[in-house]
C-alpha cells in the first residue's frame, strides 16, 4: 500500500496482514440455536414455555442489526469525520493565512511528527489526529500564500486566485477518482499497487535530490529542477501518483467497511483521507505556481 496511514493497519490492510485468513477478522454475534433458546433448568412449567415463545416471537419480529447498532465502520462515519477535518482544516489555514503566515514552518514539522505519530499507531486516536490537522492547517494556510505570492510575478493573477484554483483543482480530483474507484474503471490490483510503489519512490527520491541541489545552490532559481517545462510535466506526474494514491485510499476503506471493522477505525480512514488530499493540494499548487510564474 502507498499510504503509510492504511498500509501499516492491521485492519485496513490485505487480509493475509489482517489475518481475515486466520479467523482474524472480527465476526458477527452467533444467534442461538433454536433449541437451546431459554431452554435450560426450568423448562417444565407452562410459564416458562410461555415465555420462551414470546422471546421467540420477539427475536423473529425485531429488526436487523445495523452496522451502528454493532459499532461496526461506515461509510458514514468516515465522510462524516473526514469533512469536520476538512471544515477544521480550512479554517485554521485561513486563519494563518490572514494572521501569522509565518508561522508555516512550525505548523510543517509539528504536521510531519504528528502526522508520523498517528500513521504508526496501532489505534486512533482523535485527540492526536485532530492537532496533526490543526497542524497541517497552520502549515497550509502559510505555504499557500508564498506559493501565490511567488506565482503572482507578471501574470497579473493575485495568491488568492491561485490558491482557490488549487482547491477547486483538487475537490475535481478528489471527485474523479471517486468515480473512477465506484465504477471499477480502475481496479486496485496488485500489479496496480506495485507499479504505483515503484513510481511513487522514484518521485521520492528526485524531490528529495532536488531539494539537495536547491540547499547547496547547484540548482538555482525557487523550483530548482522543477523549473520550467520540466518541472510542470514533472507536477503533472506528481498530481497523477496523488490522485492514484486516492484510489488505494478508497479501496482500503472499502476492505475495513466489508472486513466489518470497529466504527472507532473511521478516524483513521478520514486522516488517511486527509494525508493525501493535503499532498494533491501541494502538488497542484506549486503546479500553477510554476506555470504562473514563468521560471
Known amino acids: ?48 414455555q410461555a415465555a420462551d415463545a414470546a422471546s421467540l416471537e420477539n427475536m423473529y419480529q425485531s429488526p436487523s442489526a445495523t452496522t451502528a447498532d454493532t459499532k461496526r465502520l461506515t461509510y458514514d462515519d468516515v465522510i462524516i469525520k473526514t469533512g469536520g477535518l476538512l471544515a477544521l ?14 508561522l508555516w514552518p512550525i505548523g510543517m514539522i509539528a504536521g510531519l511528527v504528528l502526522g508520523l505519530v498517528n500513521a ?7 485527540a492526536l489526529i485532530t492537532l496533526y490537522t490543526v497542524a497541517e492547517g497552520v502549515f497550509l494556510g502559510g505555504i499557500s500564500l508564498a506559493f501565490g ?10 495568491a488568492s486566485v491561485i490558491v482557490l484554483q488549487a482547491v477547486v483543482a483538487t475537490m475535481a480530483t478528489f ?3 471517486l468515480f473512477l474507484f465506484k465504477s471499477g474503471k480502475v481496479r486496485v490490483t496488485p ?14 527520491a528526485f ?7 536547491m540547499w547547496t545552490g547547484v540548482a538555482g532559481g525557487e523550483w530548482g529542477l522543477r ?6 510535466i514533472i507536477g503533472l506526474v506528481a498530481v497523477g501518483l496523488a490522485a492514484l494514491s486516492l484510489i488505494m485510499d478508497f479501496d482500503s476503506i472499502k476492505r475495513g467497511v466489508e472486513q466489518g471493522v470497529p466504527a472507532q477505525y473511521a478516524w483513521s480512514a478520514a486522516f488517511g483521507l486527509i494525508v493525501t488530499l493535503v499532498w494533491l493540494y501541494l502538488e497542484i499548487l506549486r503546479l500553477l505556481a510554476i506555470f504562473n510564474s514563468g521560471d
Open 1 to 48: 500500500m502507498s499510504n503509510p496511514v492504511f498500509s501499516n493497519s492491521a485492519v485496513f490492510g490485505e487480509p493475509r496482514r489482517t489475518g481475515a485468513r486466520r479467523g482474524g477478522t472480527a465476526t458477527a454475534p452467533q444467534q442461538p440455536q433454536y433449541g437451546q433458546v431459554a431452554y435450560g433448568a426450568g423448562v417444565g412449567t407452562t410459564g416458562a
Open 89 to 102: 482544516l480550512v479554517v485554521v489555514a485561513a486563519a494563518t493565512w490572514n494572521f501569522a503566515p509565518q
Open 120 to 126: 504508526f499507531k496501532k489505534k486512533p486516536s482523535p
Open 149 to 158: 505570492s511567488i506565482a503572482v510575478g507578471d501574470s497579473g493573477t493575485s
Open 175 to 177: 471527485a474523479a477518482a
Open 191 to 204: 500489479k496496480f499497487t506495485r507499479w504505483l510503489l515503484v513510481a511513487m519512490v522514484g518521485y521520492l
Open 207 to 213: 524531490s528529495l535530490v532536488n531539494v539537495v541541489l
Open 227 to 232: 523549473s520550467g517545462p520540466f518541472g510542470i
